[in-house]
């Protein structure tokens, strides 16, 4: 039987060190994009590497200006106790949502991948897994997580909206999935050979690629072919054809 856990506020661990807890934190970056990858990525810490997180300046990486958190994705890194970040391609998520199953379902099954990961490397302790929550219903949500983990013993999960600003653990995590989005697309770019932008439908550089280049890099697989955007920009291809 799955075991259900509690929200985060009613934990009550029993740990002999509070020092050393350990505390998996989970965020994405690139849910929205029409181009390249979302990335998800889960960072553990104890409570004292939290501390010098927090002394670093670590917080949700959309406050953060480019330098800053690419110097402190490598600080993460270093000083973690362990991190795992999961790619998931367009031809991913395009054949997965066709398939009836949505995006948040998708980020839940990357989620439980990555305790899985960070678990197997843990076996006996204790750890307590919070996750910003992308799903409106986070009971729900948390749910779909939980039945994908296969270690149920002494995994305790919470899913939580706006968990990046709130713990230092996630904010790390937000950290490590923006960079690597970050360094993907610039693999893209350099790969196509243009600047297309960020990659997310409100870049307008991003737009005027799709536009223009669509049809050409099709088959290079960096497009999310469900995305609203590109079923626009098809649309509007066809009507111009039409005249």
Known sequence: MVQIHPPLCLFKMKIENPEKQ?????????????????????????????????????????LLLPKKRELLAEKIKQKSLSYFVV???????????????????????????????????????KIRVVIDCPSPNKESWRKVVIRKICRQENIFVACE?????????????????????EEEIEKLKQKIGMDFG???PHDPKTIEFLRNYSEKH????????????WENNKAEKEQKKLF
Not at 37 to 59: D, Q, R, S, W, Y
Request: overall charge neutral; hydrophobic content about 35%.
């Open 22 to 62: 350990l505390i998996l934190g989970i965020d994405d970056a690139g849910r929205g994009p029409v181009i390249g990858p979302m990335a998800l990525a889960g960072c553990l810490v104890n409570n004292e590497i939290e501390k010098e997180f927090k002394e670093l300046g670590v917080k949700d990486s959309k």
């Open 87 to 125: 790619l998931t391609y367009p031809y991913e998520i395009d054949s997965k949502i066709k398939s009836g199953i949505n995006l948040n379902r998708v980020e839940a099954e990357k989620a439980s991948e990555i305790i899985n990961n960070i678990a197997e490397k843990y076996p006996d302790e």
């Open 161 to 181: 909206h706006k968990a990046d600003r709130d713990y230092v653990a996630v904010s790390a995590a937000s950290i490590l999935a923006k960079s690597r989005r």
């Open 198 to 200: 960020s990659g997310y």
């Open 218 to 229: 099709k088959k290079d697989g960096i497009f999310r072919e469900t995305w609203q955007t």
